[in-house]
């Protein structure tokens, strides 16, 4: 690797470019900017870690051509790399993500370099990936008629779904579920035990069936994508590190707390870091999606890795809130110093807890949180109706906890599918497509032409795979190339894709969106809050927007104010348990406790200006000198209001 010295004009330099006026890089961000080898990088909520990469691309954009025509490589979970390039590397964007470079999601990498390739080299075919149920329905299908072959796996199909059928709405949901775990064993759904041994029949029968459908259907289960990747590392180990290595001299993973076991190990094979410089960059401590009920452990970062600890977000005040939530209780330093803006306790009982929201709306007024186009969010962790105990919904009963969007509305469709490609699921948005062509057939009476009647989206993926499966596959992995997953590109992409599958359908030159009533095409309104509007909280004194959503929802957002509200789930709550970081008890055995210190550090770091946390009576009891520091208000000495 090249050992680079970067100049202070060429810092500055990369200041003015990306950094307000007369701001500066702290020195541990000025540490990773300067530092061109491979290295972790824990960095803390609102750290800049995007704007540092930024730097870092820009300084490398300088010093192109690489040495053999080597490029760089940009991973994340989502295409904010790409936009983020586009907005603030203007005059560097084009080079950055020509070739010989790599910028995109960590999915549509592996699917496009190495999943493909070795799928069609192994099969002679080309492959589609289909959604989990669509995939259970073939299963089902296969196993229903071939009982020589899949009997004992069947017998023990059949046998599960039996016990469990209150877990699931129909068999192939069930089968859905299935999967095999790292030790080859069968599982279903969250359940820690197998369903069935490594070495037993019916293990041996669910691989057989999987191939069965690889290479006579030429599909697979977008879930199973990773897997056939590490196999096909696995048999080419030395020649994959070699090629993808000497490629790429530089490569960048953001967010790698969030990347699974099997996303690490398939990377950790491609790059070789005494080779090309490896960064994988992230904060272990917001690894929320990886939930409790997951086996996948959490990323820490090698010895010797560099921290960015200094904060340009939120004020010393909910820095040192913050800090004892950090598993290596590094503590946290506001570039912005003392705010003189205390975080705030709300404190309540079951009688009060309705005044919890209007309190927040007060207390917005009183510190001059006036902006009525300010970001101001109400965040919790449980949303679940089916659970009891304290929830979002008992704060205020306009939350319902879904992002529930039409689907017999085009606008409907498109928005859940750029949520979907937005949090890197492209198997979901590929099944709101094909929901969205049967509905389009509908108003335009294109019903399936073996059967006389209104196809289904399992119908249609049968369809499609027949007269389109090379041209629906690309396109579907076309979406994971976009720079931006918002209404109107992703909208652009699917007329495209729809035009050209359904040429041949309609008479020549009609285009099937001809063929639909106006009031599916409505179009949207134009409202900065469209996309939540369900969960949208419009106070009475000036008009504020406040938005309810839950900390997975927020992740990677900044806020004016933030309210964290105290939710439970099985028999403890998110704050109690949290207790135990600030020094009352000790932690318990349940991982629920770490899984929680998470979610309250990402949903209270937030904020840039002001931090409230609505907590319960009997909480507040137990938490001692916890919340000595804070402003407290007191719901229940409240009179009649």
Same mark, same amino acid.
């Given at each position: *690797?090249?050992?680079?010295?970067?100049?202070?004009?060429?810092?500055?330099?990369?200041?003015?470019?990306?950094?307000?006026?007369?701001?500066?890089?702290?020195?541990?961000?000025?540490?990773?900017?300067?530092?061109? %080898?491979?290295?972790?990088?824990?960095?803390?909520?609102?750290?800049?870690?995007?704007?540092?990469?930024?730097?870092?691309? #820009?300084?490398?954009?300088?010093?192109?051509?690489?040495?053999?025509?080597?490029?760089?490589?940009?991973?994340?979970? +989502?295409?904010?790399?790409?936009?983020?390039?586009?907005?603030?590397?203007?005059?560097?964007?084009?080079?950055?993500?020509?070739?010989?470079?790599?910028?995109?999601?960590?999915?549509?990498?592996?699917?496009?370099?190495?999943? *493909?390739?070795?799928?069609?080299?192994?099969?002679?075919?080309?492959?589609?990936?289909?959604?989990?149920?669509?995939?259970?329905?073939?299963?089902?299908?296969?196993?229903? +008629?071939?009982?020589?072959?899949?009997?004992?796996?069947?017998?023990?199909?059949?046998?599960?779904?039996?016990?469990?059928?209150?877990?699931?709405?129909?068999?192939?949901?069930?089968?859905?579920?299935?999967?095999?775990?790292?030790?080859?064993?069968?599982?279903?759904?969250?359940?820690?035990?197998?369903?069935?041994?490594?070495?037993?029949?019916?293990?041996?029968?669910?691989?057989?069936?999987?191939?069965?459908?690889?290479?006579?259907?030429?599909?697979?289960?977008?879930?199973?994508?990773?897997?056939?990747?590490? +196999?096909?590392?696995?048999?080419?180990?030395?020649?994959?590190?070699?090629?993808?290595?000497?490629?790429?001299?530089?490569?960048?993973?953001?967010?790698?707390? %969030?990347?699974?076991?099997?996303?690490?190990?398939?990377?950790?094979?491609?790059?070789?870091?005494? +080779?090309?410089?490896?960064?994988?960059?992230?904060?272990? %401590?917001?690894?929320?999606?990886?939930?409790?009920?997951?086996?996948?452990?959490?990323?820490?970062?090698?010895?010797?890795?560099?921290?960015? &600890?200094?904060?340009?977000?939120?004020?010393?005040?909910?820095?040192?809130?913050?800090?004892?939530?950090?598993?290596?209780?590094?503590?946290?330093?506001?570039?912005?110093?003392?705010?003189?803006?205390?975080?705030?306790?709300?404190?309540?009982?079951?009688?009060?807890?309705?005044?919890?929201?209007?309190?927040?709306?007060?207390?917005?007024?009183?510190?001059?949180?006036?902006?009525?186009?300010?970001?101001?969010?109400?965040?919790?962790?449980?949303?679940?109706?089916?659970?009891?105990?304290?929830?979002?919904?008992?704060?205020?009963?306009?939350?319902?906890?879904?992002?529930?969007?039409?689907?017999?509305?085009?606008?409907?469709?498109?928005?859940?599918?750029?949520?979907?490609?937005?949090?890197? #699921?492209?198997?979901?948005?590929?099944?709101?497509?094909?929901?969205?062509?049967?509905?389009?057939?509908?108003?335009?009476?294109?019903?399936?032409?073996?059967?006389?009647?209104?196809?289904?989206?399992?119908?249609?993926?049968?369809?499609?795979?027949?007269?389109?499966?090379?041209?629906?596959?690309?396109?579907?992995?076309?979406?994971?190339?976009?720079?931006?997953?918002?209404?109107?590109?992703?909208?652009?992409?699917?007329?495209?894709?729809?035009?050209?599958?359904? &040429?041949?359908?309609?008479?020549?030159?009609?285009?099937?969106?001809?063929?639909?009533?106006?009031?599916?095409?409505?179009?949207?309104?134009?409202?900065?809050?469209?996309?939540?509007?369900?969960?949208?909280?419009?106070?009475?004194?000036?008009?504020?927007?406040?938005?309810?959503?839950?900390?997975?929802?927020?992740?990677?957002?900044?806020?004016?104010?933030?309210?964290?509200?105290?939710?439970? #789930?099985?028999?403890?709550?998110?704050?109690?348990?949290?207790?135990?970081?600030?020094?009352?008890?000790?932690?318990?055995?349940?991982?629920?406790?770490?899984?929680?210190?998470?979610?309250?550090?990402?949903?209270?770091?937030?904020?840039?200006?002001?931090?409230?946390?609505?907590?319960?009576?009997?909480?507040?009891?137990?938490?001692?000198?916890?919340?000595?520091?804070?402003?407290?208000?007191?719901?229940?000495?409240?009179?009649?209001?």
């Amino acid at each position: *690797m090249a050992e680079w010295r970067i100049s202070s004009a060429e810092i500055q330099a990369v200041e003015n470019l990306l950094l307000p006026d007369n701001c500066h890089f702290a020195d541990d961000a000025l540490q990773v900017i300067r530092c061109w %080898d491979s290295i972790d990088v824990s960095a803390c909520p609102g750290s800049g870690k995007t704007t540092v990469l930024l730097a870092k691309l #820009k300084l490398l954009a300088d010093r192109m051509p690489l040495k053999n025509g080597a490029g760089i490589c940009v991973l994340s979970h +989502t295409n904010i790399a790409v936009n983020e390039i586009k907005s603030k590397l203007v005059g560097y964007a084009d080079k950055l993500m020509s070739y010989p470079n790599y910028i995109g999601t960590i999915q549509s990498f592996i699917d496009q370099f190495v999943t *493909m390739p070795y799928l069609r080299q192994t099969v002679g075919r080309s492959v589609q990936l289909l959604d989990d149920r669509a995939y259970a329905q073939h299963m089902l299908h296969r196993m229903n +008629t071939n009982g020589k072959v899949y009997g004992t796996l069947a017998y023990l199909v059949k046998s599960s779904y039996d016990n469990l059928k209150n877990m699931y709405a129909d068999q192939i949901e069930h089968v859905a579920a299935l999967y095999l775990g790292d030790n080859g064993a069968l599982y279903i759904g969250s359940q820690t035990r197998p369903l069935a041994g490594s070495q037993t029949p019916s293990v041996q029968q669910f691989n057989v069936l999987k191939d069965d459908l690889l290479r006579n259907e030429g599909i697979i289960r977008y879930r199973d994508a990773f897997q056939y990747a590490d +196999t096909a590392i696995e048999e080419f180990t030395s020649q994959y590190t070699c090629l993808f290595s000497q490629r790429f001299q530089y490569v960048y993973v953001d967010e790698y707390q %969030d990347c699974s076991e099997t996303q690490r190990k398939i990377l950790h094979k491609l790059f070789d870091p005494t +080779t090309c410089a490896v960064t994988h960059i992230g904060d272990p %401590d917001q690894a929320i999606y990886n939930s409790d009920k997951e086996q996948t452990i959490d990323w820490s970062p090698i010895e010797g890795f560099l921290s960015i &600890t200094s904060t340009c977000r939120y004020s010393q005040e909910i820095a040192n809130i913050l800090s004892p939530l950090r598993r290596e209780k590094l503590t946290i330093k506001s570039a912005l110093g003392e705010g003189g803006l205390k975080p705030i306790l709300i404190i309540y009982d079951m009688n009060t807890i309705s005044l919890v929201l209007p309190e927040f709306v007060s207390i917005l007024e009183e510190h001059g949180l006036h902006d009525v186009d300010g970001i101001y969010k109400v965040v919790g962790a449980v949303k679940k109706e089916d659970l009891s105990g304290i929830k979002i919904s008992s704060y205020w009963d306009g939350f319902d906890g879904v992002k529930q969007h039409n689907e017999y509305k085009y606008w409907g469709i498109v928005d859940e599918i750029c949520t979907q490609l937005q949090q890197g #699921k492209l198997y979901r948005a590929e099944s709101l497509i094909c929901k969205l062509i049967c509905r389009l057939f509908h108003y335009a009476g294109v019903n399936n032409a073996k059967t006389g009647r209104e196809h289904t989206p399992s119908s249609l993926r049968m369809t499609l795979k027949e007269r389109f499966n090379d041209i629906y596959a690309e396109h579907i992995l076309g979406l994971t190339q976009l720079a931006d997953y918002s209404r109107a590109p992703v909208s652009q992409a699917i007329h495209t894709m729809i035009d050209t599958l359904l &040429t041949t359908t309609l008479p020549s030159g009609q285009s099937i969106f001809d063929s639909v009533p106006s009031h599916f095409m409505e179009e949207p309104r134009e409202s900065q809050n469209d996309r939540n509007d369900r969960n949208v909280f419009i106070e009475p004194i000036r008009g504020r927007h406040i938005q309810f959503d839950t900390v997975h929802g927020v992740k990677g957002e900044t806020h004016d104010a933030t309210l964290y509200l105290e939710t439970e #789930k099985s028999r403890g709550s998110d704050i109690g348990r949290v207790l135990c970081y600030y020094g009352v008890g000790q932690p318990g055995a349940s991982s629920l406790y770490d899984y929680s210190r998470k979610i309250v550090y990402v949903g209270m770091s937030r904020p840039r200006k002001l931090l409230c946390v609505a907590i319960q009576e009997s909480t507040y009891a137990k938490s001692k000198n916890v919340f000595q520091s804070w402003d407290k208000i007191d719901l229940r000495a409240v009179d009649d209001r």
